[in-house]
């Protein structure tokens, strides 16, 4: 099975900070990385697809990038409506695999 | 708009079956792929497979092989999810989501349904 770390577990930031998430696959992965937020109580929600391709109706402060084994999802200028986990996920290989998730909160 | 919708909370014994639906509306049903994923409480997501609703082929994870099953009605573009002989440990917020398929695996996930409780307690 492909492993997927995230990093950071946890970060606490303000609102208008740069913020950005890693990830990395245990083997190569191409492209077939995507990134989802939930917030408290909600279900998770799609915000960018093979690696940087930008879901509908996501706002543009989010990005993402990589490729192969080593991700990244950054936020340009937190806002307050960001503050939630984050969660990536490879679509490589079967089974698909999570990362581990990243807690956004707030400095 | 694109919605998923699925059925009520469940409370099961252990070694009982439960079978969630999850009705979608909004897109072609049979254009796209069905996705089971489950969060324990406060821990992360888990992937339970996928069906194609085209096809109706399915994957499983080998950790479930032989207990999960999921189906699709396409008369009435709803999904089910079936576990069975559950135990304590299946516990946990149950989610649909459509999958967009490309080369024959679901690829990314989104949008999801609004999450099931499952809780298996004697």
């Known amino acids: 099975d492909i492993q997927m770390t995230q990093s950071p577990s946890s970060l606490s930031a303000s609102i208008g900070d740069r913020v950005t998430i890693t990830c990395r696959a245990s083997q190569s992965i191409s492209k077939y990385l995507n990134w989802y937020q939930q917030k408290p109580g909600k279900a998770p929600e799609l915000l960018i697809y093979a690696a940087s391709s930008l879901e509908s109706g996501v706002p543009s402060r989010f990005s993402g990038s990589g490729s192969g084994t080593d991700f990244t999802l950054a936020i340009s200028s937190l806002q307050p409506e960001d503050f939630a986990a984050y969660y990536c996920?490879?679509?490589?290989?079967?089974?698909?695999?999570f990362g581990g998730g990243t807690k956004v909160e707030i400095k | 708009q694109v919605q998923l919708v699925q059925s009520g909370a469940e409370v099961k014994k252990p070694g009982a079956s439960v079978k969630l639906s999850c009705k979608s509306s909004?897109?072609?049903?049979?254009?796209?792929?069905i996705t089971w994923v489950r969060q324990a409480p406060g821990q992360g997501l888990e992937w339970m497979g996928w069906?194609?609703?085209?096809?109706?082929?399915?994957n499983y994870p080998q950790n479930l092989q032989g207990r999960v099953t999921m189906t699709t009605d396409t008369s009435t573009s709803t999904a089910y999810m079936e576990l069975r002989s559950l135990r304590s440990d299946d516990t946990a917020l149950y989610y649909c989501a459509r999958g967009t398929v490309q080369l024959g695996l679901v690829r990314w996930f989104g949008p999801w349904g609004q999450g099931t409780l499952v809780t298996v307690s004697s």
């Open positions: 996920q490879q679509t490589y290989n079967v089974p698909l695999t």
């Open positions: 909004g897109y072609t049903f049979t254009s796209y792929g």
């Open positions: 069906i194609n609703a085209y096809n109706g082929n399915t």
